[in-house]
């Protein structure tokens, strides 16, 4: 069974930094692209960040470059984002994402984790 369980989310002030983690299990995690997904309040999904399978190659969403920091390790199937200069529209649901399979592919996500940026 694919499970993603994320950790790591709190109340921040403005400015303040944030790592997010996603322990995932069920499938063979080094042959998959990983990535992170976001939801406001009264938004629609955002795609933040992606790396893929083997970790060289990176990606990030215009409004967090620069200041989020993706990565992954393979040995223990684990994914972080690192947040910094964190702000309020920073605000959110975070979810670590996965798309697993072989012929077809099926989306997972996590429960998400709460990050929320507030004096």
């Known amino acids: 069974e694919v499970q993603l369980v994320e950790s790591g989310g709190g109340l921040v002030q403005p400015g303040g930094s944030l790592r997010l983690s996603c322990a995932a299990s069920?499938?063979?995690?080094?042959?998959?692209?990983m990535s992170w997904v976001r939801q406001a309040p009264g938004k629609g999904p955002e795609w933040v960040s992606g790396?893929?399978?083997?970790?060289?190659?990176?990606y990030y969403a215009e409004s967090v470059k620069g200041r989020f920091t993706i990565s992954r390790d393979i040995a223990k199937n684990m994914v972080y984002l690192q947040m910094n200069s964190l702000k309020p529209e920073d605000t959110a649901v975070y979810y670590c994402?996965?798309?697993?399979?072989?012929?077809?592919?099926?989306?997972?996500w996590g429960q998400g984790t709460q990050v929320t940026v507030s004096s």
């Open positions: 994402h996965a798309d697993v399979g072989l012929v077809a592919t099926i989306p997972y």
């Open positions: 790396i893929n399978s083997g970790g060289g190659d990176t």
């Open positions: 069920g499938f063979t995690f080094g042959s998959y692209d």
